[in-house]
């Protein structure tokens, strides 16, 4: 079975500075990885997902995540924030292709941007 | 184009009480997912429709959670004899499904159960 893990529930952060949120995973499978914004009153919106192929996978709004098997983590950076990012991230996974592809998620990282 | 719709966005009932909650997935997906967020958590699993079919229902907490999808659309969860703990926002989800890829996941905006 899998399950994700995000380190750190709130992550408070000046604007323009770079953040990271981490998140990693335990699968006995091959796995697909994604990540998700929530923005305040909004539904879910996928940031960017990684499948295969290269480790480094760009998203929208300038953010990327860097896929790491030996370390099982798919952590989630942008190298200068905005106020405009303040949301709710979350780290999610799927099985591979004998699977559904049903989302097993995380508890989610707020990201707070301090003016 | 139309995304997933949910309605309806905030649903108050007591407690033992029956309620339904319908999502319209986007036009011409045939995969369509219902998750639970619990407040503070992640949203978890409950069913999987591919076409008209629940292929997995494992998620379902337990027999008082029911879900159709009758002509492979629209889909509505049931919930009979609610109790507090069911209280969370309830997530719809579709995709195209196309095969051999993890296809994107589109969100509605969710249902807010309260059981009073």
């Known amino acids: 079975a899998q399950s994700v893990t995000q380190l750190d529930s709130q992550v408070p952060v000046f604007e323009e500075a770079p953040v990271e949120l981490r998140c990693n995973y335990s699968?006995?499978?091959?796995?697909?990885l994604f990540w998700y914004v929530q923005y305040p009153n909004q539904g879910l919106q996928l940031l960017l997902k990684?499948?295969?192929?290269s480790t480094l996978v760009k998203g929208i709004n300038g953010f990327e995540a860097e896929f790491n098997k030996s370390q099982t983590s798919f952590h989630l950076r942008k190298p200068s924030v905005h106020i405009s990012d303040t949301a709710e991230y979350f780290c999610?996974?799927?099985?591979?292709?004998?699977?559904?592809?049903?989302?097993?998620w995380g508890a989610g990282t707020k990201l707070i941007i301090k003016p | 184009g139309a995304g997933v719709s949910q309605t309806p966005s905030n649903k108050v009932t007591e407690k033992g009480k029956y309620v339904e909650l319908r999502c319209d997935p986007i036009?011409?997906?045939?995969?369509l997912y219902w998750y639970r967020q619990s407040l503070g958590q992640g949203p978890e699993f409950l069913i999987y429709?591919?076409?008209?079919?629940?292929?997995?229902d494992s998620g379902l907490p337990n027999d008082r959670f029911f879900a159709v999808r009758p002509e492979g659309s629209v889909s509505t969860l049931k919930i009979q004899r609610t109790e507090r703990g069911d209280s969370a926002v309830y997530l719809c989800?579709?995709?195209?499904?196309?095969?051999?890829?993890?296809?994107?996941?589109?969100f509605g905006p969710g249902t807010r159960l309260t059981v009073l």
């Open positions: 990684y499948l295969s192929g």
């Open positions: 989800a579709s995709s195209l499904r196309e095969l051999g890829t993890a296809d994107t996941q589109y």
């Open positions: 036009s011409g997906h045939t995969a």
């Open positions: 999610a996974v799927s099985a591979g292709p004998d699977s559904n592809y049903q989302l097993i």
């Open positions: 429709f591919q076409g008209t079919g629940a292929a997995d």
């Open positions: 699968s006995s499978v091959s796995v697909y």
